[in-house]
């Protein structure tokens, strides 16, 4: 895609599933990928995903919910390759409960990964961009959950809902400094987080019987719309979310017309 060859791109939680992923698209479109991952715990699979990319691509460790981590990893990053140009702020977790069950504790700590994260990661990314010329671009990972509820996940669909409003506020707030900020927001996904419905056969006829489009995305096609957003394909975007869902958004269960 025109206008990634080149650019230098940091991707939080890249060790594995879309954040994976996204690196080796970007990697193929010829950027050079810092990829971050959240602890030495990871830090195998973070060395696996920086050996699919190769070239100038380099790891990353920070929590993304501390602010100190953040700031380090952003000017180590910047350090390496001596500037930044595109930010994808992917890692992200969940943590199911019944509404009336939740911890409080899990739900803080679901906003602080999900959302106060990108918003570190944006903030430092944004002040980057500001400090010299070319503007920037910021692609948020969302979910079909941003608009569609989903009971038992509260603090999930929370962040996910908070995402789309930080987007479009960030996106106005620098569209005249020639920062674009946009998201992506995906379906049902055959990664790592969703082992539990993908490897039963059962579980996974109900999941895609939701989905217009029959069948669960590959990372990979994930993967293309983040590239997408980022590149100078999509220079005249800002400010939107892109649901890469198979359908889900388009309310499935009115494929059939039971009313009139």
């Known amino acids: 895609m025109k206008g990634l060859a080149g650019k230098n791109v940091l991707i939080t939680g ?3 599933g879309i954040g994976r ?3 080796r698209r970007f990697a193929q479109e010829g950027s050079n990928v810092a990829l971050n991952y959240r602890s030495a715990a990871e830090l195998p699979e973070a060395e696996a995903a920086l050996a699919e990319t190769g070239g100038r691509s380099i790891l990353v460790e920070a929590d993304v919910a501390v602010e100190s981590a ?6 180590q990053t910047i350090a390496h390759f001596g ?3 595109i930010l994808i702020n992917n890692a992200g ?3 199911p409960a019944p509404s009336h069950e939740a911890p409080a504790d899990d739900f803080d700590r679901v906003l602080a990964v999900n959302l106060r994260g990108p918003f570190l990661c944006s903030r430092e990314a944004i002040r980057h961009f500001l400090s010299r010329p070319g503007g920037g671009v910021i692609v948020n990972n969302s979910s079909v959950h941003q608009i569609v509820p989903k009971p038992t996940y509260l603090s999930y669909s929370v962040t996910k809902g908070a995402i789309g409003n930080l987007t479009r506020t960030l996106a106005l707030e620098y569209a005249a400094d020639g920062i674009r900020v946009n998201a992506v927001g995906p379906g049902a996904v055959v990664t790592p987080i969703n082992r539990a419905w993908i490897d039963d056969p059962a579980r996974r006829a109900v999941v895609e019987s939701h989905i217009p489009m029959g069948r669960a995305a590959d990372p990979a096609e994930i993967a293309a719309v983040f590239a997408f957003l980022a590149s100078d394909e999509a220079a005249y975007i800002t400010g939107q979310t892109l649901f890469a869902c198979g359908g889900i958004t ?3 269960e009115f494929r059939t017309a039971w009313s009139s």
Do not use: G, T, W
């Open 14 to 16: 890249a060790s594995s």
């Open 21 to 23: 992923a996204i690196a």
């Open 70 to 75: 953040v700031k380090h990893m952003v000017n």
């Open 83 to 85: 500037r930044l140009d």
């Open 93 to 95: 977790i969940q943590l």
């Open 250 to 252: 388009l309310y499935p």
